[in-house]
């Protein structure tokens, strides 16, 4: 069993930068992807930003030029770096890792982005 433990949420206000972390509770090998998903209220979950086990990223459209996620394999952990945060990235913020086709989820940190 692998659980995922997320830190780095919090409030801040527009154009600031927060940085977001979720480490593993083990080394874990064979990861097919490490990524960050976010649910705003009234809101789908939808993908934020994802790492693929070769080391190519994705990025949903509205976080382009402004996140960067990245991945620090000796301590498990993956990163989600927001910059430039905007209210409308306001939301609950889950890690999310695929290891050998099985999903695992972090219990999500709280960003708010607001004056």
């Known amino acids: 069993q692998v659980q995922l433990v997320e830190s780095g949420g919090g409030l801040v206000q527009p154009g600031g930068s927060l940085r977001l972390s979720c480490a593993a509770s083990?080394?874990?090998?064979?990861?097919?992807?490490m990524g960050w998903y976010r649910q705003a209220p009234g809101k789908q979950r939808e993908l934020v930003a994802r790492?693929?086990?070769?080391?190519?990223?994705n990025y949903a459209d509205s976080v382009k030029g402004r996140f960067t996620i990245s991945r620090d394999n000796a301590k498990n952990t993956v990163y989600l770096q927001m910059n430039s945060l905007k209210p409308e990235d306001t939301a609950i913020y889950y890690c999310n890792w695929v290891v050998r086709g099985r999903e695992y989820w972090g219990q999500g940190t709280q960003v708010t982005v607001s004056s």
């Open positions: 790492i693929i086990s070769g080391g190519s990223t």
């Open positions: 083990r080394s874990i090998f064979s990861i097919n992807t």
